[in-house]
């Protein structure tokens, strides 16, 4: 019913940028929170960054100062700007919604959908 599709991934040198995107699609009556999390290679996925549908936006201690989430609302897109970019930084980076979708006249249920992912590679 809701498909969430990232771009922006590739190969970044050290200290380099690159932004991610993730539209989401489908029946969606409305979305709260976006997110963005990681998985690096034999580790647990973790948190990167979550925006509401009003804006306040979390971080991880570890891209703080660094990464910018951001969203446009009419597009049921959200953003990843990732600067400063280190080695590790590197990992495939999931996108995730909580959508409410209209399943009747007066129904409504909530999901949370995860996108495919998007490699993102930090080396010299």
């Known amino acids: 019913q809701v498909q969430l599709v990232e771009s922006g991934g590739g190969l970044v040198q050290p200290g380099g940028s690159l932004r991610l995107s993730c539209a989401a699609s489908?029946?969606?009556?409305?979305?709260?929170?976006m997110g963005w999390y990681r998985q690096a290679p034999g580790k647990q996925r973790e948190l990167v960054a979550t925006i509401t549908s009003g804006g306040s936006a979390n971080y991880a201690d570890s891209v703080k100062g660094r990464f910018t989430i951001s969203r446009d609302n009419a597009k049921n897109t959200v953003y990843l700007q990732m600067n400063s970019l280190k080695p590790e930084d590197t990992a495939v980076y999931y996108c995730?919604?909580?959508?409410?979708?209209?399943?009747?006249?007066?129904?409504?249920?909530?999901?949370?959908?995860w996108g495919q992912g998007t490699q993102v590679t930090v080396s010299s």
């Open positions: 489908g029946n969606i009556f409305s979305i709260n929170t």
């Open positions: 995730n919604a909580d959508v409410r979708v209209r399943q009747g006249v007066i129904t409504f249920n909530d999901y949370n959908y």
